[in-house]
């Protein structure tokens, strides 16, 4: 509660716990009133682990300095791989993700069965994601991502496919319609606080002395 992580090399908050631990499960960790700020790769990264909410949270401005890695967003989330414990049950309340480099939110666990057999169960409420100039707002490629009352400003992409089987034996078949992303009530733009998010927009507007309000 009431933590600035700024400036790390890279991630603010790092989420991880193993397969081989009896509390991964149920880790149980809440995060209120946070700023996970101008780190070099993540607000917060989560590898592992059961059972996260965050509350009245700020991860923004992330992979933007001389400092700067891949995934390079304000959050990532998922599953890493058979040592990792699955990265499931997470709950965000009034958070803010915004300007991070590559992604406000991402979670992208659509190229292996086992990592979609273990990522997933999302709950945003009231939150706020922005993209930037280089990058998406959201990326919400994993199992059960809902979205409450949101509002989105910037590119959203490669949303989950509940009903689908993944290469490249195509072994591995959902066919779950609840497991495809869900937006319920949410607000989608590309411009935020009145300035179009994407350059391009952005040079199209200029060059066509278009009126606010056009989109």
């Not at 600035?4 to 995060?31: E, K, N």
């Not at 606080?193 to 002395?209: A, D, P, Q, T, W």
């Amino acid at each position: 509660k009431n933590i600035w992580a700024r400036g790390c090399g890279r991630d603010g908050l790092l989420l991880y716990s193993g397969v081989t631990d009896p509390h991964s499960d149920h880790m149980a960790i809440t995060i209120e009133k946070c700023r996970l700020d101008w780190n070099g790769r993540c607000g917060m990264a989560w590898s592992g682990g059961q059972d996260v909410t965050a509350t009245d949270s700020y991860f923004n401005s992330n992979a933007i300095g001389y400092v700067r890695s891949d995934a390079a967003a304000g959050l990532d989330m998922e599953n890493e791989g058979p040592e990792f414990a699955p990265v499931k049950q997470g709950y965000f309340d009034r958070c803010t993700f915004a300007y991070n480099h590559d992604f406000g939110v991402i979670s992208d666990c659509a190229s292996s069965c086992s990592r979609v057999q273990n990522t997933g169960t999302y709950v945003f409420t009231d939150c706020i994601i922005v993209g930037s100039e280089t990058g998406n707002a959201l990326y919400p490629n994993a199992p059960s991502m809902k979205f409450v009352r949101c509002q989105i400003y910037g590119a959203t992409s490669n949303a989950f496919n509940g009903a689908k089987c993944l290469p490249p034996n195509e072994t591995c078949c959902l066919y779950d319609t609840l497991a495809g992303t869900h937006f319920d009530a949410c607000y989608f733009s590309d411009a935020y606080n009145g300035e179009f998010i994407s350059v391009n927009l952005r040079r199209l507007f200029e060059s066509n002395h278009m009126g606010e309000g056009y989109f």
